[in-house]
């Protein structure tokens, strides 16, 4: 009898109509299979396009195996897993390891009609089923969330995002390729109306399979099916798979093996009876993996092979009968059974004659032969694919031996008695090196599937939080022209000495630069991130600037008004000895970034501090005395103090001198502030009717009056309170490079606080003020950024995250500063709608000048201030213009401007 065993019948010459082709598998068939299996699976991690690999390695979304927390009830849907028949399943998970409840579930079969009619048909099938199911049992179905058990290869883009690529396994229905088929379930629910369910998650069988593998010795970090079809995943290193952009942790893949050999990489094992099969299938030269091992096809491989032996006269004294001639007329079970030896010959006898065959003698025999034939190959290949999987688990973790174990499911698994026991040998066989455990799902993968929508709905739930704190962030057009309206009546009221937020300051500044200007000039740039004294020389050929940057410590910045303005006179004097201008006392101007009222070109009197500076005895003082006091304590030099500017001033002089079209200066650094050329008939308490004044609006006082209390958040509140100057520059606060860090960071306290992030885990780093710096939001939203990148700025701040973590930090960075960014478009807004209306213009073409690292660095904020301007002030026409020299410039271009006129009237 051996001789002539399963490997015998179909490779002895002249045996009448048994073709000489590969039944079962050769070790070296299988090895091939292995490599080439492998070979097209690693092609696919990379992201190879064409040749496109025959498998396609999908991420599925899920990046953890469970870690057996998961709680709660939950809803399973399955569908596709075991052919004809979808399931529901009442799954209560008890978040305690080894205490199981046993799920309660419902089997439906679907009529072939529906499996080959319309998508809608299927879902509304589903839909009906799953509140049949759950009139049948008594449920609290209060907030039911549902796992959607989806075994088709699909193109996940989230748990609960997942697009059907091609169906498979006699299901073809129309309508749902290329579809996301949660949202199609949804739409079916909501049409039979018959329930509220929430569809968190839709997960591959092979995941649910290896999500509900109980915890054993050995990582479960393999699942693998064999029912009506087959398919595996596995939990493969995140770097490894192209399309994710992580670089930490694991990523579950279903591999999708099923569509193995499409490309032909199998034809050497192919056989005419394969070939027929695949033929005569719903979708021909697709799934040929799948054709030669899964349950739905193993069964019509017998019948084939049968009915070419009883065609022949091997079998059944040539004679053959309607089922074994017709398609599907031996199944899966008939295959099982006959091929048990337990089942013993006597069964194989009765399984045949209700196939209406008359069976002879060695008929039994040999059909067991058969069939055991045709399962043996299905289980060496499976091991090929299994052992190619494991063999890449070797590569991606660098392990020469791997101890793992195998969540197995599927009918195949359940009713073959030698299935398992082939895989295991053939497993051994190709990949010694790896200890294997074979784990069988107790349920079909049902509690796998409610793991992962436990772990699904726990990210929504996290989701739901994230968008509740971020909603009052989204400004609407509609609330960004109210703070557009709100702007131009402050500016106006403002302009008229009226009670109003924007001090709407005269400068002094009558005009811009028109390009006559000349000389040597000194300048100094005090308020924004560095304190720099520039010599700044206009010639005909252009302006040349030297400058050195200098630091003002927060002791100097908080401390005397005297010590301050000594500490700003050595800088000067240190400037000049290295610049070997010492002795020469030339023209000044003072760039000074905070709100003076201004008396004249060199007078200004600092209103108060802003932007964490605090020096006493200043505020009220006229700054340029202050300054001037400093030099004569220190007797070193004369300097001819000409001008002190706003660095709004200085940035719109400085861009004008290149565009004469720049009448507006904008701030948006440390602080943030704007100026504008007004109509002097507009400014009331200066004199004169004619030409333009530059007004510094000292936007950033804004809303102080409460008129941006309806924005605000709790957020803002907690920066305001903290801050030294609470219920002060409220607009400045909401936008500018000093305050959005601390929004954020008090933001990701707050979803700490609500175990969205990171665990919960309130972090020192976090608690500490400051430490979320304005420029990490710049580099966290850069798009050529990597997730890992962002990952690895917030790990230096010691936050331990996940990368679902980081996700929701860059989504709370994106919404702090995108606000910032409209809320100063909605200002420009109102500044470039101001000078439209002053001149009566349809149309203004205006340019602005622009300063500040916040607008400089953040890779969207420019971006986004250009088109909320353009969005709320259509009819005007306005260019950004960044200022490459800073105000310092400016300074020295309006002391160049005085000192002409002054040269002017002198003569
Ligand atoms: C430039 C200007 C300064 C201005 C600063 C604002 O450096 O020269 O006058 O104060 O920008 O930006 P920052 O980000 O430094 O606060
Ligand atoms: C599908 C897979 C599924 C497998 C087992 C295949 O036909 O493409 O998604 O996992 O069957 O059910
Ligand atoms: C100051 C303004 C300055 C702006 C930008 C604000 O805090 O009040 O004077 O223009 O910061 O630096």
Redesign the pocket.
């Known amino acids: 009898m051996d001789s002539i065993g399963p490997v015998g019948l179909w490779q002895k010459e002249g045996a009448p109509g048994c073709p000489q082709e590969g039944l079962p598998c050769s070790p070296d068939s299988s090895e091939l299979i292995q490599a080439s299996l492998l070979r097209s699976m690693e092609q696919a991690l990379m992201g190879q396009a064409s040749p496109a690999p025959a498998v396609r390695m999908l991420p599925t979304y899920v990046g953890s195996t469970p870690h057996g927390t998961e709680q709660g009830d939950f809803v399973v849907l399955e569908l596709g897993a075991t052919g004809a028949s979808l399931r529901v399943l009442w799954v209560t998970l008890t978040g305690t390891e080894g205490h199981r409840i046993e799920p309660r579930s419902q089997e439906f079969l679907i009529p072939q009609e529906v499996m080959l009619g319309p998508g809608q048909q299927l879902f509304d099938f589903a839909a009906r089923c799953l509140s049949e199911f759950l009139d049948a049992h008594p449920v609290d179905r209060q907030g039911l969330q549902l796992g959607f058990n989806f075994s088709f290869p699909c193109h996940q883009t989230g748990l609960d995002k997942s697009t059907l690529i091609s169906w498979t396994k006699g299901f073809r229905c129309s309508g749902v390729e290329g579809q996301d088929v949660v949202q199609l379930l949804r739409d079916a629910i909501e049409r039979q109306g018959a329930c509220s369910i929430d569809v968190v998650a839709v997960v591959n069988d092979t995941v649910g399979t290896m999500m509900g593998c109980e915890l054993g010795t050995a990582p479960c970090e393999v699942g693998l099916v064999v029912d009506t079809g087959t398919n595996a995943c596995y939990m493969e290193e995140a770097r490894h798979v192209a399309v994710l952009d992580e670089d930490r942790g694991r990523v579950c893949v279903s591999i999708e093996w099923g569509s193995f050999g499409d490309d032909g990489a199998l034809g050497s094992v192919l056989t005419t009876f394969d070939r027929i099969l695949d033929q005569e299938s719903l979708n021909p030269g697709a799934q040929r993996f799948e054709k030669m091992i899964g349950g739905l096809y193993l069964g019509e491989l017998v019948r084939q092979v049968l009915a070419h032996l009883a065609q022949h006269g091997v079998l059944f004294g040539g004679c053959t009968s309607r089922a074994l001639l017709s398609r599907g007329g031996i199944l899966l079970e008939h295959v099982a059974e006959m091929e048990d030896a337990s089942a013993g010959t006597a069964r194989v006898h009765t399984i045949l004659r209700d196939l209406g065959l008359n069976p002879g003698a060695s008929d039994a025999e040999l059909v067991q032969h058969v069939c055991a034939a045709v399962c043996t190959r299905a289980a060496q290949l499976c091991a090929a694919a299994l052992a190619a999987v494991l063999t890449r688990l070797q590569h991606s973790r660098e392990q020469q031996t791997l101890q793992i174990a195998v969540a197995t499911g599927g009918r195949v698994f359940e009713q073959h008695p030698r299935f398992l026991s082939v895989l295991q040998e053939t497993v051994t066989l190709l990949a010694p090196e790896c200890d294997v455990s074979f784990i069988p799902s107790v349920d079909g993968g049902g509690r796998g599937v409610a793991m992962v929508t436990a772990v699904a709905a726990r990210l929504a739930a996290h989701r739901r939080l994230l968008e509740e704190t971020l909603a009052p962030f989204r400004l609407n057009r509609e609330q960004l022209a109210v703070v557009q309206a709100q702007m131009r009546e402050a500016m106006v009221k403002g302009l008229q000495g009226e009670a109003s937020s924007l001090r709407m300051l005269p400068t002094y500044v009558r005009a811009t630069p028109d390009g006559s200007e000349r000389g040597h000039f000194l300048a100094l740039?005090l308020?924004?991130?560095?304190f720099?004294v520039l010599l700044v020389h206009v010639a005909t050929e252009g302006v040349q600037i030297t400058n050195q940057v200098y630091s003002i410590p927060e002791c100097v910045a908080r401390g005397s008004g005297q010590q301050l303005f000594d500490h700003i006179v050595d800088c000067i004097v240190d400037f000049q000895q290295k610049q070997g201008l010492s002795g020469q006392s030339l023209p000044l101007g003072f760039?000074f970034?905070f709100p003076c009222r201004q008396l004249g070109l060199d007078q200004g009197i600092l209103l108060n501090w802003t932007?964490g500076f605090n020096a006493s005895d200043c505020e009220g003082q006229d700054v340029v005395r202050l300054l001037r006091e400093a030099l004569k304590r220190r007797q070193a030099m004369e300097l001819n103090v000409v001008a002190i500017v706003n660095?709004t001033v200085?940035?719109m002089m400085s861009c004008g001198y290149e565009d004469p079209r720049c009448e507006v200066g904008l701030?948006v650094?440390?602080?943030t502030n704007a100026c504008y050329m007004e109509e002097l008939r507009n400014v009331a308490g200066v004199a004169g009717d004619l030409g333009h004044m530059c007004i510094n609006m000292e936007w950033g006082a804004f809303g102080d009056d409460g008129s941006l209390d309806t924005l605000s958040t709790c957020f803002d509140a907690s920066v305001d309170q903290a801050s030294i100057n609470p219920g002060k520059q409220r607009f400045e606060k909401m936008i500018s490079?000093m305050y959005l860090g601390e929004i954020v960071r008090h933001i990701l306290l707050h979803l700490t606080s609500l175990g969205v992030l990171f665990r919960g885990q309130q972090t020192q780093s976090l608690q500490t003020r400051d430490i979320f710096k304005t420029k990490f939001l710049s580099e966290i939203e850069s798009d050529s950024l990597a997730l890992r990148q962002v990952r690895a700025i917030l790990e230096d701040l010691g936050l331990p995250l996940t990368s679902d973590d980081t996700l929701m930090v860059l989504e709370v960075c994106q919404a702090v500063s995108q606000r910032a960014a409209q809320l100063c478009g909605a200002g420009v807004a109102a500044v470039v709608e101001k000078i439209r209306e002053n001149r009566g213009l349809e149309e203004l073409t205006v340019s602005v000048g622009v300063?500040?690292?916040?607008y400089k660095l953040h890779p969207h904020f420019s971006r986004l201030v250009a088109a909320t301007v353009q969005e709320l002030a259509p009819r005007c026409a306005v260019t950004f213009l960044q200022?490459e020299d800073?105000?310092?410039k400016g300074a020295a271009l309006v002391t160049a401007v005085a000192c002409r006129l002054a040269n002017q009237t002198r003569v």
């Open positions: 740039d308020g924004g991130t560095n720099r760039t970034s932007k660095d200085g940035t701030i650094g440390t602080g490079g300063d500040g690292t916040l200022s800073g105000s310092g």
